[in-house]
């Protein structure tokens, strides 16, 4: 894991708190993959308003990260979710229901 932002209960994403978070994972990219940001960054999300604003993709650009777009109400999941669904089949394995 590189990085783990948690919003409180009284905090909302928008596209300037979006962009902070962008800055603390790029200077933690920076701290603990140090080769990371020359070979290039590619960043996996879907397309929540905060992740679309123009103030996002002005950041995106800076600092020529790529984005894989997940489209919105796909019923693929995220490819981030993949090792969550290998640990629960290894789990549910032989079991019935």
């Not at 994403?13 to 920076?30: G, K, N, Y």
């Not at 993709?57 to 090792?83: C, G, I, M, N, T």
Request: charged fraction near 25%.
């Amino acid at each position: 894991m590189i990085l783990l932002d948690i919003l409180s209960k009284r905090e909302s994403m928008h596209a300037d708190r979006f962009c902070e978070t962008l800055d603390s994972l790029r200077h933690a990219v920076r701290r603990k993959r140090p080769g990371l940001l020359y070979s290039g960054v590619v960043l996996q999300h879907d397309n929540a308003t905060s992740h679309t604003a123009k103030g996002t993709k002005e950041w995106l650009e800076r600092y020529r990260w790529d984005v894989v777009p997940h489209p919105a109400q796909s019923p693929d999941p995220a490819p981030s979710y993949f090792h969550l669904f290998g640990l629960l089949n290894h789990h549910l394995r032989g079991k019935k229901v």
